[in-house]
T-cell receptor
Framework: QKEVEQNSGPLSVPEGAIASLNCTYSDRVSQSFFWYRQYSGKSPELIMSIYSNGDKEDGRFTAQLNKASQYVSLLIRDSQPSDSATYLCAVTRSAGGTSYGKLTFGQGTILTVHP | GAVVSQHPSRVICKSGTSVKIECRSLDFQATTMFWYRQFPKQSLMLMATSNEGSKATYEQGVEKDKFLINHASLTLSTLTVTSAHPEDSSFYIC???????????FGSGTRLTVV
């Protein structure tokens, strides 16, 4: 079993639709969860971080975390062609402060938003 | 916001030579730097973690004598690929942990091609 697993994709949605990206993790001690977007040939850029169970919204993005189910998701509302990229889920045992553990990445989900 | 400057962005070298990649945190002190490698259509794989003034901790399967990491100051970490071979061709990305606002800031990446 992979440590961090994402829905395989690729995922294709029409412009204006909701894109749903899912991620499960195996390490029950994980405390911090991140969603990154990566365009081809570029380094990842942070979209959302979430640390507590429940939903966290930022503009068109909503991250959802369920630690009991070891599941984290990202919803993108009103998807735009510019959202087309690879989305990476990353988890770490670190909880911030002075401790900075390694990030473990999922394999990524390719999202295509077509006009 | 936190910025990590990574250089060079692209480098082509001959087989058997060494290449140095630099990552500088421009506006914060990076107590911990992570080095990743990404092959085409794959996710980021952690190579090593370095803390300022300490020896780097390498992930299993990563040759420490081949991938030399130096983190001599809180603002500079370097990765030297020694005796590079074509199979070392990859996208190398650094990531610094920030204290002021918990998170991981990524450099822009270095595309290494060994011919």
């Amino acid at each position: 079993q992979k440590e961090v697993e994402q829905n395989s994709g690729p995922l294709s949605v029409p412009e204006g639709a909701i894109a749903s990206l899912n991620c499960t993790y195996s390490d029950r001690v994980s405390q911090s969860f991140f969603w990154y977007r990566q365009y081809s040939g570029k380094s990842p850029e942070l979209i959302m971080s979430i640390y507590s169970n429940g939903d966290k919204e930022d503009g068109r993005f909503t991250a959802q975390l369920n630690k009991a189910s070891q599941y984290v998701s990202l919803l993108i509302r009103d998807s735009q062609p510019s959202d087309s990229a690879t989305y990476l889920c990353a988890v770490t045992r670190s909880a911030g402060g002075t401790s900075y553990g390694k990030l473990t990445f999922g394999q990524g989900t390719i999202l295509t938003v077509h006009p | 916001g936190a910025v990590v400057s990574q250089h060079p962005s692209r480098v082509i070298c001959k087989s058997g030579t060494s290449v140095k990649i630099e990552c500088r945190s421009l506006d914060f002190q990076a107590t911990t730097m992570f080095w990743y490698r990404q092959f085409p259509k794959q996710s980021l794989m952690l190579m090593a973690t370095s803390n300022e003034g300490s020896k780097a901790t390498y992930e299993q399967g990563v040759e420490k004598d081949k991938f030399l990491i130096n983190h001599a100051s809180l603002t500079l970490s370097t990765l030297t690929v020694t005796s590079a071979h074509p199979e070392d061709s990859s996208f190398y990305i650094c990531s610094a942990a920030t204290k002021t606002n918990y998170g991981y800031t990524f450099g822009s990446g270095t595309r290494l091609t060994v011919v």
